[in-house]
């Protein structure tokens, strides 16, 4: 596919706001800038042919991690205290200058340099997913062929949400985080928050669910469901829930258990660790996905909320 | 030159401006930024090798999908991290009163309810 | 049949792409963010919904073009909320830029 108008357009504008993202003088212009940029970069991938890579982008890339980095703008806002106080000479500053575009020139240099007709693993990825069930390549890859990454990645993310928790200190642990907005009572949020969320749960679960067939999966509709709830502890329906609570508790660690559950199943029913036996293997998938889904959408919005700032009620 | 070249052309870019800010930006959240500027660069590096896997009817290879899929939710996991990170020394740095005052000497006053 | 959805459709993108075009030079050249608000929520509504007109014809049956229409309302609710919100923090805080 040649290279049209659209192409040059958006790789212009993705380098701009790149540009103005590390080189904007002043922290919320940069990260407003990198909201915008994460969108638009969707738009390159979907020129990719990569729509699920697209919906990732946009929904965590560009739209959770703006969430974060307003939020740490906001807290961060008089944080002279924080920066480091060696000075750049401007001979240094040319020199990291051309390491890095010699870095790019390298990668560049990989990218035209790419052998043709590329190896690829697409013919042995479409030609084994009929015994899965599922009609979309990626989401075969994510929860059949390479179920072990991803399980290691839900763990990750649980790994992350302990983490984050560890900064708390002693007296708060168990208790709320931060309400991610300061400020209580806007009627316009509230309103927001009321009308949203029953679409955007709607929409989410479908995206999940349609993730098996077409462009979709258990990251994006959780990812989805994640912003749903973030809305609701933002208009201050509800706070955000205490770290020490079961309900939470079991909803971060169900994807990872599950997931480890079903390959330990696999082990012992001998179709191999992380394998689904033909024929049952559909169910199975649905399953897992199920539960990740519920796992991511709990993980991101803990992730965002940060550490606990409030002793627990006893 | 194709679509998917071009693509990978600004992910070469993307990454060496972000590997330019993360090293010449005091600011820790702007090297957040940075950072998170280098990995989408290097995720489209993926994109190209992707698009160019197209074969047996799938417009795209679906592994470098599924890895870049996975970047990108380890990516925002990793920036919560330094995120959170950042805010405590903050809390931390505006009550003791500066970075150097924290990290190296001690005041000797029970600064240390950690 | 054809060359008159088609005519309607690139017609209506085109006012779209107009109005979202005034948006940005009003986001650019007005004075005060009031202002730029009041164009920024022009681009969105009008010339979005010009836009989701123009790709109704093109869309993937009538499951495709419902989706279209249910992505404007989301964006017009959306959109109208942030400037809402924007505005109330301007008349509270007073203008920051």
Known sequence: ?314 | MSAATLAGLTGAVLAGLGLYGLIIQPDPLRRILAFNVLGSGVFLLFGIIARRGAAAGALADPVPQALVITGIVVAFAATALAVALLVRLFGETSRVGSLAELSGQTRGDGADDL | MNFALNLLSVTAISVGSVFFLAGTVGLLRFPDALSRLHALTKADNVGLGLVVIGLLPLAYGVLGGLKLVVVWALVQLSGATVGQLIAQSIRRNGPTA
């Open chain 1, 1 to 314: 596919m040649i290279v049209q108008t659209l192409d040059i357009s958006l790789a212009a504008l993705v380098l701009t706001l790149a540009g103005w993202t590390v080189l904007a003088h002043g922290t919320f212009p940069a990260v407003v800038s990198y909201v915008a940029y994460g969108l638009l970069l969707s738009l390159i991938w979907v020129r990719l042919f990569a729509v699920d890579v697209a919906l990732t982008e946009a929904a965590i890339g560009g739209g959770v991690t703006g969430v974060l980095l307003i939020g740490a703008a906001s807290k961060l806002r008089n944080a002279a205290l924080l920066a480091t106080e060696r000075e750049l000479t401007p001979p240094l500053r040319w020199a990291i200058a051309a390491l890095c575009v010699f870095t790019t020139l390298a990668l560049a240099r990989v990218v035209l340099s790419l052998p043709d007709p590329s190896p690829t693993l697409a013919p042995e990825a479409v030609q084994d997913i009929a015994a899965t069930g599922l009609g979309n390549p990626v989401t075969a890859v994510l929860i059949a062929y390479r179920a072990f990454d991803t399980m290691l990645e839900k763990c990750v993310l649980v790994l992350a949400v302990v983490g984050v928790w560890s900064l708390a200190s002693d007296q708060y642990w168990g208790g709320t985080p931060s309400a991610l907005r300061a400020v209580t009572g806007y009627g316009t949020l509230t309103f927001f928050a009321q009308l949203l969320p029953p679409f955007g749960i709607l929409i989410g679960i479908r995206i999940f669910w349609v993730g098996a067939d077409e462009p979709g999966g258990a990251f994006q509709g959780g990812a989805i469901l994640a912003a749903m709830w973030m809305i609701i502890i933002m208009a201050r329906l509800a706070d955000a829930p205490a770290i020490g609570g079961r309900w939470m508790r079991i909803a971060l660690a169900a994807g990872p258990i599950v997931f480890l559950g079903v390959g330990i199943l696999g082990f012992i029913a001998t179709w191999g660790f992380l394998a689904y036996p033909a024929g049952f293997a559909k169910p199975l998938i649905i399953f897992v996905e199920i539960f990740m889904t519920l796992s991511i959408a709990a993980t991101l919005p803990m992730l965002v909320a940060g550490p606990p700032i409030r002793a627990p009620r006893p």
